[in-house]
């Protein structure tokens, strides 16, 4: 029987390797952002709302809300600076036919990834489909994007996804997080294949 001394530290321990899981998260995006501020279109990390990630996330009570108190999925996207208006530390990237962006995707855990996963690759062909008062740029998409993941990165490698919203494409590659471990297997495993699928479309 487990005394209530080692469901403590197993709770302790728990809770310390989460941190350490979102603070590696965190330095893996921040050093993507800084590498791709050096590339000829010098990309900016969006800012829907301040510096922070795009995620579903929920504080209810009911049952399939509390599964969303623990983030476990993730994202954050990158604009060449002439495509986007900062200002008070928000971003405002207007919707147009020529539109595309850099898309990053980190999955710790989902019950269809067996281990722990980074998306990356270009969104583009991004439509509005209704005038509507709360889509007025791409920041705002985010969050439908993580709220509707499963139906809209299905098929990573041919994304076309579309609502009563908007309408989007785009194309991902996949790699596991615990393969990237050094600053040269995030350029040649993420940032040169994004940037490829970036320039290609």
């Known amino acids: 029987m487990t005394n209530k001394s080692e469901i403590v530290l197993q709770n302790n321990l728990a809770f310390d390797f989460i941190e350490k899981l979102y603070l590696e998260s965190s330095y893996l995006i921040k050093e993507i952002a800084g590498l791709l501020s050096e590339e000829e279109e010098k990309f900016v990390i969006g800012r829907p709302a301040g510096y922070a990630i795009s995620s579903a996330s929920s504080r209810g009570l009911e049952p399939n809300n509390v599964k969303l108190w623990l983030l476990k999925k993730f994202s954050v996207f990158f ?5 986007t208006e900062y200002k008070r530390g928000v971003h405002t ?3 147009n036919k020529d539109l595309k ?3 990053l995707r980190i999955v710790l855990n989902d019950k269809n990834v067996k281990e722990p996963t980074v998306y990356s690759g270009v969104l583009n062909n991004i439509e509005k489909k209704t005038e509507t008062s709360w889509i ?6 985010m969050s439908i994007l993580e709220y509707n993941d499963y139906k809209v990165f299905k098929d990573i490698k041919k994304i076309n996804y579309e609502n009563i919203y908007i309408k989007i494409k785009g194309e991902l590659i996949l790699n596991n997080l615990f393969d990237i471990n050094d600053s040269n297997e ?3 495993k993420i940032i040169k294949p994004s940037l490829k699928l970036f320039r290609k479309h």
């Open 101 to 103: 962006v850099l898309y």
């Open 186 to 188: 995030i350029l040649e």
């Open 79 to 83: 604009i060449p600076e002439e495509k």
């Open 93 to 95: 990237t207007k919707i």
């Open 136 to 141: 007025k740029k791409f920041e705002h998409i």
